[in-house]
C-alpha cells in the first residue's frame, strides 16, 4: 500500500474560471431575448426619389416609344409642269388670241398646218373665235378638237357669248336664242341662272371652255351706248343679284365665265374702242355701286375678272390694267379676287392710240394682269416679256404666280388631269 505524502498527491486545475464564462454567456443570451421593442432595429421607410442623396445614381427614364415620321406633302402636279416649262413657254401661256394672230392672218375655219405650226412657234393659253371662224356647229366641233389635239397644254377656247346683241353663235350657227340681259331684270335670279346655263351648255356642246360673260357693269348712264342692255340691270343691288345668279349658271353648264369690264364701264359716256375712258367717281362711290356687282360675282365663284380700259382718275391716272392700285390692290387685296385677270382687247383705240404692245405686256403683268388679251402685235409682246425676265425688269416668280392661275383655271374647268 503506497505511503501518503505530500510528493504523492495528483494535481487539478481550478474550475472556477469556466464557471465566469459560462455565467456571462447565459446572462448576455438572457437580456437578448428579453430586450424591449424600443431596443429593436427601425425599419427604413423607402426614400421619395426626390429626397435621394445627390451620389445616388437614378434609374433611367423609360424610352418614348418612336413615332414614325410624317409623310412629305405630295408635290403640287402644277407646280411640277410649271417648272418644266421653258421661260418662252411660260410667257406664251399669258396670251389668248385670235386664231388668225399665229396663222399668218389665214381666216381659221379648220385645224390645219398652218394652226399646228403657229402653236409650236406660239403655245398661246388660249384662242379667242368670233364670227368669221364660224359656219356650223359640227364644224366648230371638230376644229376645236383637232386645234386641242396640237397644244401641248389645253387651251381655253373663248368668245363674247353674252346673249342679244354680242353673241358669236346664235347668229352664226344658231344656239338657242338668249335675248339681251337687260329685258330679264325683273324676271328674278332664277331667271339669271337658266338664260346663262344655257348660254354655257350650248358653247360646252361646240367645243368651247369659257365665255367673256357676264357683264357686271350696271347701265347708270342713259348716255352709255356701249354697254346699254348689255346690262343685267340699271340698279347696283339688283345686277349684284342677277350677276351672282349668272356666275351659278355659268358653271351649272359647264363653262367658265369671266366678269367685265373692271372696275365698271356702265357710267361712263365714251366708248374705249375708240378712245380713252374717264370714270369719275371717288373709290367710296365705287365701292356702294360700281363695285356691288363685281363683288358679288366673286363670291359666287367667278373664275375671271375682266380689266376694262378705263382711267379712273381719283385713284390712278393710267388705264386700269396698267395700274397696280386697280388690279392689285382694289380687286385682288380689297375685292379678294385670287382667280384669272384678263385685259380687254388690246387691238382697242383705247390702248393703242397710247401705247406699243411691248410696253402694255410688261406695265400690265406688273401690276398684276395674268391674261394679255389679242395684243395688236404678238411677236413683240413675248419678246419683251421674255426680255423683261432676263435684264431683271421682272422676276420669273411674278410670271409664274399668272401661270399656275391659268393651269388652275385650266385644271377646275377639267381640261387640265395631272396624275398627283
Not at 393659253?125 to 359656219?135: E, H, T, Y
Request: hydrophobic share 40%; with cysteine; net charge negative.
Amino acid at each position: 500500500m503506497p505511503v501518503k505524502g505530500k510528493h504523492s498527491q495528483v494535481h487539478r486545475r481550478p474550475r472556477w474560471p469556466l464557471l465566469l464564462l459560462v455565467i456571462l454567456l447565459g446572462a448576455a443570451a438572457f437580456l437578448w431575448l428579453n430586450r424591449g421593442p424600443e431596443e429593436a432595429e427601425p425599419v427604413s421607410a423607402p426614400v421619395p426619389p426626390e429626397e435621394m442623396a445627390a451620389d445616388e445614381p437614378a434609374l433611367p427614364p423609360e424610352p418614348e416609344p418612336e413615332l414614325p415620321p410624317e409623310p412629305e406633302a405630295a408635290p403640287d402636279p402644277l407646280e411640277a409642269l410649271l417648272s418644266g416649262m421653258t421661260l418662252r413657254e411660260k410667257v406664251c401661256q399669258l396670251f389668248i388670241v385670235f386664231p388668225q394672230a399665229i396663222t399668218n392672218g389665214a381666216c381659221v375655219t379648220s385645224a390645219g398646218e398652218a394652226m399646228e405650226r403657229g402653236l409650236r412657234e406660239f403655245p398661246v393659253g388660249g384662242l379667242l373665235l368670233n364670227r368669221s371662224n364660224l359656219v356650223s356647229q359640227e364644224q366648230v366641233r371638230t376644229m376645236l378638237e383637232e386645234t386641242q389635239g396640237y397644244s401641248s397644254v389645253p387651251l381655253l377656247v373663248t368668245c363674247d357669248e353674252e346673249g342679244g346683241r354680242v353673241n358669236r353663235l346664235m347668229k352664226t350657227v344658231g344656239t338657242t336664242w338668249v335675248g339681251p340681259m337687260l329685258d330679264y331684270k325683273d324676271q328674278g335670279p332664277e331667271t339669271a341662272e337658266a338664260n346663262a346655263r344655257t348660254i354655257a351648255a350650248d358653247l360646252v356642246s361646240c367645243g368651247f371652255n369659257m365665255d367673256f360673260a357676264p357683264v357686271a357693269d350696271v347701265w347708270s348712264n342713259p348716255e352709255n351706248t356701249v354697254i346699254g342692255d348689255r346690262a343685267y340691270s340699271d340698279d347696283f343691288s339688283q345686277a349684284a343679284e342677277l350677276v351672282a345668279a349668272a356666275v351659278e349658271g355659268f358653271h351649272a353648264g359647264g363653262a367658265a365665265c369671266t366678269l367685265k369690264h373692271f372696275p365698271g364701264h356702265g357710267d361712263t359716256s365714251a366708248d374705249s374702242h375708240y378712245g380713252s375712258v374717264y370714270v369719275y367717281k371717288s373709290l367710296d362711290e365705287l365701292r356702294g355701286a360700281e363695285l356691288l356687282p363685281f363683288q358679288a360675282g366673286i363670291d359666287a365663284g367667278a373664275d375671271a375678272v375682266m380689266m376694262g380700259h378705263l382711267i379712273v382718275e381719283q385713284i390712278d391716272d393710267q388705264p386700269a390694267l396698267l395700274s397696280y392700285a386697280v388690279v392689285t390692290e382694289l380687286l385682288r387685296g380689297e375685292l379678294g379676287f385670287d382667280g384669272v385677270v384678263v385685259t380687254d382687247s388690246l387691238e382697242m383705240q383705247a390702248m393703242t392710240d397710247h401705247y406699243g404692245s411691248a410696253e402694255i405686256a410688261v406695265r400690265a403683268i406688273q401690276a398684276g394682269v395674268d391674261i394679255l388679251l389679242c395684243p395688236q402685235d404678238l411677236e413683240a409682246s413675248v419678246s419683251a416679256l421674255v426680255r423683261a425676265v432676263t435684264e431683271g425688269e421682272m422676276t420669273e416668280q411674278r410670271l409664274d404666280e399668272s401661270v399656275l392661275r391659268i393651269l388652275r383655271l385650266k385644271q377646275a374647268r377639267g381640261l387640265l388631269s395631272v396624275s398627283e
